[in-house]
């Protein structure tokens, strides 16, 4: 699919932020460990959730859409023999079913995950700490694992900031003989949602959303009568502030944790953005001058590296040079060459760093959609663009991203899609 962008259309009205599609995921996976019918609200409709409910699906769960935004998950009845080995390789993250299958069938029998092209994913921090719970695992020479483990054991593990890995851990811990600690644990939002979850289906989680988390397993989790609501997606936050600030338009986001984008409001504060940031909605005022900044993507609470292509293309539109780190990923600045090819300045210093002068004005071109953020960096760049730009495998962008055309023609944008 391709998507038409013309340029120059200024924002305006109020848009509401979905549920995060880095929760759905653990918590639809975390479903393999809670007896009893749950239902999700606030879920997202992406692409990438389809496929994780196929893959549930494909294994006996009862899988349905009862609502727009609200879903409703059963798993009594599933055979990991089941399991789509091909759907598992389409994405990152079906490597969170990992955890619970390990717990719940004791052996299991999984490919490889994929994921986007952001670099090398390794997944060695998964391992080990599943090892460390006593799982044995042994990979074939195409990269199958073999896991099993006859009773998970609580143990003391690292799990070294890694988001997925500590939330693999957490659903193997949950239901293991004994305690478990967690050290270096990943604490962004949607790692607090998983755990938040968990405690409410009779799980024991004590050190929620700092980097050290105390598990004692129990013997069974119990679905909560009322529906959970996943927690927002502070990377929507991010990009609708972004595209409001690119456009110099006057935007209310509703449904935003302030808590969640203290980092993601310093930048904006930095880079010039004018903004009011309330107890649930974030305003972009209208502003005309932005100033280049230095950024560094961290680990939660610090700037989250879903952002960083973003403030790499609103730092095209901030006097000065802009200076972009990030040090955990080593393919994340693909962006920088589709934005250059629009009359960005900007030089990728090495795999991780980028200096971004502006301002500079873009035109309209043809681009790729390189991955999932820079998909959606390349929807924004054709908002400020003179003239047509046209973006390649678009539906990148709906792998995260709910109807993010439609949303934005709703607000002003001029957007059509075409397949190609
Ligand atoms: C999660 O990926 C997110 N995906 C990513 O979002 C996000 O970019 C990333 O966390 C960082 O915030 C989901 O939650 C489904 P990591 P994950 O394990 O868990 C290294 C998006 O656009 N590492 O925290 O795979 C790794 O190389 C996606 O929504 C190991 O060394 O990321 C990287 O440098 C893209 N060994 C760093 O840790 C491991 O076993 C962060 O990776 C695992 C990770």
Not at 62 to 89: A, F, I, R, Y
Not at 120 to 141: F, M, V
Not at 312 to 324: D, F, K, R, V, Y
């Amino acid at each position: 699919m391709k998507m038409l962008i013309k340029g120059g259309e200024r924002l305006e009205g109020c848009v509401s932020v979905l549920g995060a599609k880095n929760a759905i995921a653990p918590l639809i996976a975390a479903m393999l460990l809670v007896k009893g019918r749950m239902c999700f609200e606030n879920v997202p409709r992406l692409t990438d959730l389809e496929h994780l409910l196929d893959i549930l699906r494909g294994m006996g769960a009862s899988v349905e859409w009862v609502g727009e935004h609200t879903l409703s998950v059963e798993t009594n009845h599933v055979d990991p023999m089941g399991l789509d080995s091909k759907q598992m390789k389409r994405m990152r993250f079906s490597i969170l079913l990992l955890g619970p299958m390990l717990a719940r069938f004791q052996r299991i029998q999984v490919p490889e995950p994929g994921g986007c092209t952001i670099g090398n994913r390794p997944i060695d921090t998964h391992l080990e700490g599943l090892g460390a719970l006593g799982a044995s695992i042994e990979r074939d020479d195409k990269g199958t694992m073999f896991m099993e483990a006859d009773r998970l054991k609580g143990a003391s593990v690292l799990a070294t900031f890694s988001v997925t890995a500590t939330e693999n851990i957490v659903m193997a811990a949950v239901m293991a003989e004994g305690s478990t600690m967690i050290r270096l644990a990943a604490a962004e939002p949607h790692v607090q949602d998983l755990c938040h979850f968990l405690v409410a289906c009779g799980a024991k989680i004590k050190g929620i959303g700092t980097h050290d988390l105390v598990i004692v397993g129990v013997q069974r989790l119990e679905a909560p009568k009322k529906p959970w609501h996943v927690v927002s997606d502070m990377l929507e936050v991010g990009t609708f502030a972004v595209a409001a600030a690119l456009t110099k338009s006057e935007l209310t986001i509703n449904g935003v944790v302030p808590e969640h984008l203290y980092a993601t409001c310093d930048a904006l504060k930095r880079a010039g953005v004018r903004y009011e940031l309330g107890p649930t909605s974030l305003t972009i005022q209208r502003h005309a001058r932005y100033e280049a900044f230095k950024l560094q993507t961290m680990i939660y609470p610090g700037f989250p590296t879903d952002l960083q292509a973003l403030f790499g293309l609103l730092a095209t539109q901030a006097h000065g040079t802009s200076c972009i780190h990030d040090p955990l990923f080593e393919a994340r600045m693909g962006y920088v060459s589709e934005l250059v090819k629009m009359g960005a300045n900007a030089v990728v210093a090495d795999p991780h760093r980028v200096f971004i002068t502006g301002p500079t004005s873009l035109r309209g071109t043809e681009i790729r959609s390189l991955d999932l953020r820079a998909g959606a960096t390349m929807v924004l760049a054709g908002l400020i663009a003179e003239g047509e730009t046209v973006i390649h495998d678009a539906e990148m962008v709906y792998r995260g991203y709910e109807r993010l055309d439609a949303r934005l023609v709703a607000l002003g944008a001029s957007i059509t899609c075409l397949h190609e």
